[in-house]
């Protein structure tokens, strides 16, 4: 299957509504990349239950960069190489930011909207 296609049929699968504890951004993009390369990024990182808990989790991680970088065993790379699947850290209102997929000229995020 090509990577488009499978990727349109993640999206259409990923139909839980956001939850902090089990299905926030991370989660999302990490279903993804199971999906994908069959990395598990998530195990053995607490479950949190607020916007306050993911934040101070991502600080005790060393940001959220350092966090996804070290896990998928990669560096990030400038936003003019990123290519149709890959992880990209997105800025939200007031300084938030959610981890989401490329596709195409847009990113598919998972968020509490």
Known sequence: MNLARELQDYLIRVTAPFAWAHHNCAHFSNGWVRQRRGIDCMAGVP????????????????????AV???????P???????????????LAHGAQALGIVAGRQV???DQQ
């Open 47 to 66: 479950q949190v239950g607020s916007a306050k808990q993911a934040l101070r989790l991502v600080r005790q991680l060393g940001g959220y960069v350092e």
């Open 69 to 75: 970088s070290e896990r998928l065993g990669s560096q």
């Open 108 to 110: 598919a995020l998972l």
């Open 77 to 91: 790379v400038p936003a003019k190489q990123l290519r149709l699947g890959d992880l990209v850290l997105y800025p």
